[in-house]
Each structure stands twice: as structure tokens, then as C-alpha cells.
């Protein structure tokens, strides 16, 4: 899931950076306020959830849950997902801060999909 940082060029980088912050922008926009709540407890769920690994032959898999955050909360999913993988990288060095734009529009697009 995580795109390590120093493997996409810099023209991708910035293509789904401009592509995650807008649809951040339009999840922000379109969330009501009593949905600010729901938005921190996936959020939060989305980030413990990741860190259950599960070996598999040389690899490991781990639990996103991503089509019940993009379910419950449409394009706010973005939003959700986007501190999830920002915690992810600032605690735990998952992915990195560089590649994050990528790595949210790989996981909160099909979210929204859902």
C-alpha cells in the first residue's frame, strides 16, 4: 500500500498531490459539521487498523479499511484518510511525507468509489 519515498518521479508526485489536495478540498467542503466526529473516529480506526500486519509467504497484508471510511463518509473520506497516512508516516515512517499525496489517492479514491 505505502509508496516508499525516492520511487516516483517528481511530475507524478506533484499530478496526485494536486489530486489528493482537491479532493481533501471537496471532502472538507461537502462534510457537515455532525460528521466532524464520525471523520476523527474512522480516521483514528483507519490508522490502528493499519497496523495489524499479517504474514504471508515473504510479504505481509494488513487491514485497510478504507470501503467502510469512503462509505460512511463519501468524499470526506479524503480528508480522513489523508491524517491517517500523515500520522502513519510522521510516527511509524510508513510511506513518507513526500510520496503521501500518492499514497492517499491510491487509498481514498477507491474509498470514494465505494
Same mark, same amino acid.
Given at each position: 500500500? %505505502?509508496?516508499?519515498? +525516492?520511487?516516483? =518521479?517528481?511530475?507524478? !508526485?506533484?499530478?496526485?498531490? /494536486?489530486?489528493?489536495?482537491? @479532493?481533501?478540498?471537496?471532502?472538507?467542503?461537502?462534510?457537515?459539521?455532525?460528521?466532524?466526529?464520525?471523520?476523527?473516529?474512522?480516521?483514528?480506526?483507519?490508522?490502528?487498523?493499519?497496523?495489524? %500486519?499479517?504474514?504471508? +509467504?515473504?510479504? =505481509?497484508?494488513?487491514? !485497510?479499511?478504507?470501503?467502510? /471510511?469512503?462509505?460512511?463518509? @463519501?468524499?470526506?473520506?479524503?480528508?480522513?484518510?489523508?491524517?491517517?497516512?500523515?500520522?502513519?508516516?510522521?510516527?511509524?515512517?510508513?510511506?513518507?511525507?513526500?510520496?503521501?499525496?500518492?499514497?492517499?489517492?491510491?487509498?481514498?479514491?477507491?474509498?470514494?468509489?465505494?
Amino acid at each position: 500500500m %505505502h509508496i516508499s519515498e +525516492g520511487v516516483i =518521479s517528481a511530475p507524478v !508526485l506533484i499530478g496526485s498531490g /494536486v489530486l489528493t489536495v482537491s @479532493g481533501t478540498a471537496i471532502g472538507l467542503k461537502k462534510m457537515d459539521y455532525e460528521h466532524v466526529a464520525q471523520a476523527g473516529i474512522l480516521s483514528a480506526t483507519f490508522f490502528l487498523a493499519s497496523l495489524i %500486519h499479517v504474514p504471508i +509467504g515473504p510479504s =505481509s497484508v494488513h487491514l !485497510l479499511l478504507s470501503g467502510i /471510511v469512503g462509505l460512511m463518509l @463519501g468524499w470526506g473520506a479524503f480528508a480522513a484518510i489523508l491524517v491517517g497516512l500523515a500520522l502513519q508516516a510522521m510516527l511509524f515512517q510508513f510511506g513518507g511525507i513526500t510520496v503521501l499525496g500518492v499514497n492517499t489517492l491510491n487509498v481514498a479514491g477507491p474509498a470514494v468509489l465505494c
